[in-house]
């Protein structure tokens, strides 16, 4: 079973327009990743934030995480058509080596 | 500095062969994970190895195994295999002990016929 649910399963904005994406999780973690996947190729790590963070950014990347709802979000601003991709919340087991995934964000950024 | 790379890129078998797919990872990275993704889906874990041993495995049956070397290269295998296992199969890097960031190779593409 996926340790983390996104939300929505499919975004489709236009450019310049901010995307916002949400990530539910079941058990305690020690942080929350956020990748990107373009079309069928490797996932890219774009950012880590830990469970006693509940914000940080990175570019025109901003994340939030609430630990007492086992929620997280990830907000891209002023998006770009290169923005479309795939958005995975992920996070590790209690262990720290086994890293599960969300069922992903289909994100289409249109010109 | 060389990122992760895996081979083959695409690899197509039938039902109840076996495959072999490998991973060098990222320059200085001692830990490999190799993770199914089937189309439309997340990643699911398979296992990961860190100093030769298999150190956590996920959901999956016997017929998946792995091996990693002293470079810290790994292959995984898959014997017997089924229409099911067709899917890209992605391998990640990260050292030591684990809760950082993932750094994934583009994924070998297998379809099983």
């Known amino acids: 079973s996926q340790q983390g649910e996104e939300d929505p399963q499919a975004l489709s904005i236009q450019e310049g327009e901010n995307a916002t994406m949400n990530c539910s999780y079941k058990t305690s973690i020690n942080n929350l990743q956020w990748y990107r996947q373009n079309s069928g190729r490797g996932l890219v790590h774009l950012i880590l934030?830990?469970?006693?963070?509940r914000e940080k950014h990175s570019g025109r990347l901003r994340v939030t995480l609430d630990t007492s709802k086992k929620s997280s979000s990830l907000l891209i601003t002023a998006s770009r058509a290169a923005d479309t991709a795939s958005y995975f919340c992920a996070t590790w087991n209690n262990a720290g080596n086994m890293l599960t995934f969300g069922g992903g964000t289909r994100l289409m950024v249109k010109p | 500095d060389a990122g992760v790379t895996q081979s083959p890129t695409h690899l197509i078998k039938t039902r109840g062969q076996q495959v072999t797919l490998r991973c060098s990872p990222k320059?200085?990275?001692?830990?490999v994970s190799w993770y199914q993704q089937a189309l439309g889906q997340g990643p699911q874990f398979i296992f990961q190895y860190y100093e030769e041993e298999e150190r956590q495995r996920g959901n999956f049956p016997d017929r998946f195994s792995g091996h990693q070397f002293p470079n810290y290269s790994s292959e995984l295998n898959v014997n017997a295999l089924l229409l099911g296992d067709s899917a890209l199969y992605l391998c990640?890097?990260?050292?030591?002990?684990?809760?950082?960031?993932?750094?994934f190779g583009p994924g070998t593409r297998l379809t099983v016929l």
């Open positions: 990640a890097s990260s050292t030591g002990r684990a809760l950082r960031a993932q750094y």
């Open positions: 320059s200085g990275h001692d830990t």
């Open positions: 934030i830990r469970s006693n963070e």
